[in-house]
């Protein structure tokens, strides 16, 4: 095949896809019509990284749905950390968005990062969040979301909260928690 008056195999293509990560993965299938034919099934589950602190319910069907290795969910979670969104209680009292984070971790728990890898992301995060979600870890879902009720630091996840983003949109209203899209879905989630 040829990209751009130089020929490249299959196999090199092949191999230089394994070795680059998800976004690269993404740049890389639109160089050549080829390429992009031969890896669209493949890439659709990247869509995830339009989704991360943007969209909560498709984010999790894209997550579950979709097979993820480690490292690339360890990946999700950095991407996570940089940039966790605020959820608001009142004009006031804004608290982080931790949904994204608890479903990346919970999925990812036998695998997670270093600590000292997150401290260099957001220290914020690390010194005042990450380890009581690292506490309330469990295998079992429902204990994970029972650990969580239990723990101040964690009241965005918490099933009473109501909150919203600056924009306005309502994304919890009682019950941990409850969209503006779809409540049931929502609330069988977390």
Do not use: A
């Given at each position: 095949m040829d990209i751009h008056d130089i020929y490249i195999s299959f196999d090199i293509i092949d191999l230089i896809m394994k070795q680059l990560n998800l976004k690269s993965k993404i740049f890389f299938s639109q160089v050549n019509q080829y390429i992009y034919h031969e890896y669209k099934n493949k890439l659709i589950k990247y869509k995830i990284y339009?989704?991360?602190?943007?969209?909560?319910?498709?984010?999790y069907q894209y997550l579950y749905n979709n097979h993820f290795t480690s490292p690339e969910i360890n990946e999700l979670l950095i991407i996570s950390i940089q940039n966790?969104?605020?959820v608001y209680k009142n004009n006031i009292c804004g608290f982080y968005d931790l949904k994204y984070i608890f479903e990346l971790l919970f999925i990812n728990q036998n695998h997670l990062l270093p600590d000292n890898e997150i401290k260099k992301i957001n220290p914020h995060f690390f010194i005042h969040f990450y380890h009581k979600l690292i506490k309330c870890l469990d295998k079992n879902r429902e204990n994970y979301k029972n650990n969580i009720e239990k723990s101040k630091y964690l009241i965005s996840l918490h099933r009473n909260f109501n909150g919203y983003y600056k924009s306005n949109i309502i994304i919890r209203s009682i019950g941990l928690p409850r969209y503006k899209k779809s409540d049931q879905i929502f609330y069988q989630l977390i």
């Open positions: 339009n989704l991360i602190n943007h969209d909560y319910l498709e984010f966790i969104p605020n």
